[in-house]
């Protein structure tokens, strides 16, 4: 017997056997691309221990790590300014003054429609900004102005009567907003957010186009300064990896962060006492 919901109708066994081939086929293919992939790799001699034995001198190590660090110094300060500045040019939207919704809107669409990379440069070059504080300032307002549109996406997701219910008991705006609709509003427009400090932690890479030293900018260093053979397969290999592996956990922090506040006893139905007989009211029979 097939139960449905509400998005599909559970699939019966020919469609599972069906799809279970699917699966198989597809798995096929990946690993005959990874196979086809590595083989390419080992033909050019990608994995001779000439092009892979830089990696052992410490002055490497040392230089890897430092752009390692200064590149989550830039995704830590841009992170948390684009958080500040979404939170703040969506307050203005959601404003009842007509003058500051304007305001804000015209700053949200002027940097979101930007390109990060033009921002970047135009800081850098035309401001005479030094390196870090261009980067992170270009990172912020492009993140902020998307951030201030998932922040304001998620405050209208919750239900009207929210809200409603809230004024009716004499609540003001601001506490309305931090109390009631915002911390409804939080699991909606989480994933959102971790999607897009993914982003910001990725495009912290343009850093090394206005000579940040960052993480890639240690790997293009070492894949052109180095005489062996120009070794930028194994730096890519190394720096990948690494790379994924930071976006992969931030995207597991947000799930875990979920998942506790899912199991926060502030979520939980209270317990309500069973009724008892009371005293009645003056002129209730």
């Known amino acids: 017997m097939t139960e449905s919901t509400a998005l599909y109708d559970i699939p019966g066994p020919h469609a599972r056997r069906r799809h279970r ?8 293919v990946l690993l005959a691309l990874a196979g086809w992939f590595l083989y390419l790799l080992f033909d050019s001699d990608q994995f001779t221990s000439t092009k892979w034995s830089p990696f052992l001198y410490k002055g490497i190590q040392e230089l890897l790590l430092e752009g390692l660090g200064n590149t989550l110094k830039a995704f830590a300060y841009a992170s948390v300014l684009s958080l500040a500045l979404g939170a703040v040019l969506a307050t203005g939207r959601l404003s009842e003054h007509r003058v500051l919704r304007w305001v804000s809107t015209l700053v949200v669409e002027f940097f979101r429609a930007m390109p990060v990379l033009v921002m970047i440069f135009f800081i850098f070059v035309a401001l005479k900004v030094q390196p870090l504080p261009a980067l992170v300032a270009g990172l912020t307002l492009y993140n902020g102005s998307v951030l201030a549109e998932v922040f304001r996406t998620g405050i209208h997701s919750v239900a009207r009567g929210q809200g409603e219910a809230a004024y009716a008991l004499g609540m003001r705006k601001t506490q309305v907003m931090t109390y009631v609709l915002t911390p409804q509003a939080v699991r909606a427009m989480l994933p959102a957010i971790i999607s897009q400090l993914v982003v910001a932690l990725k495009d912290t ?21 180095l005489d062996y053979d120009l070794p930028f397969i194994p730096v890519v290999l190394v720096i990948s990896p690494i790379y994924i592996g930071m976006c992969m956990l931030l995207s597991w922090f947000a799930t875990w962060v979920a998942r506790k506040e899912r199991r926060s006893p502030k979520t939980k139905a209270a317990e309500v006492a069973p009724a008892e007989p009371q005293t009645l009211l003056p002129g209730q029979p």
């Open 21 to 28: 081939m699917y699966g198989i086929a597809s798995t096929v």
């Open 205 to 225: 890479s343009l850093g090394f186009l206005i000579t940040y030293e960052e993480f890639l900018h240690a790997g293009k260093l070492i894949a052109s300064n």
